[in-house]
Nanobody
Framework: VQLQASGGGLVKPGGSLRLSCAAS????????VGWFRQAPGKEREFVAA????????FYADAVKGRFTIYKDNAKNTVYLQLNSLKPEDTAVYYC????????????WGQGTQVTVSS
């Protein structure tokens, strides 16, 4: 499985961005796709995830009500819509794929930088 993340950028507080994670390769083996982020000097943290088949979604408390994860089956792409952005959302965002029955995120895309600053 290969993952290609894109969509980061510089945005002012209160602004919005949409991140994309395009999957290719052994798509049939994917169980879920998640987004994680890592800010400078901090550990990587979970942001959101979506079940590949059923579309069930999961969110970290810090982003509930502001971020939305969804997927386009035709494009094998998972999106993360970031609204009402705050400076503390500044981080490198990574997408990752969990393979069926693995219990972990096995494949990672390259990061995309999100900077929230006035």
């Amino acid at each position: 499985v290969q993952l290609q993340a894109s969509g980061g950028g510089l945005v002012k507080p209160g602004g919005s961005l949409r991140l994309s994670c395009a999957a290719s390769g052994s798509i049939f083996s994917i169980n879920a796709v998640g987004w994680f982020r890592q800010a400078p000097g901090k550990e990587r943290e979970f942001v959101a995830a979506i079940n590949w088949g059923a579309g069930r979604t999961f969110y970290a408390d810090a982003v509930k009500g502001r971020f939305t994860i969804y997927k386009d089956n035709a494009k094998n792409t998972v999106y993360l819509q970031l609204n009402s952005l705050k400076p503390e959302d500044t981080a490198v965002y990574y997408c990752a794929a969990s393979i069926v029955r693995s219990g972990e995120y096995n494949y990672w895309g390259q990061g995309t930088q999100v900077t929230v600053s006035s």
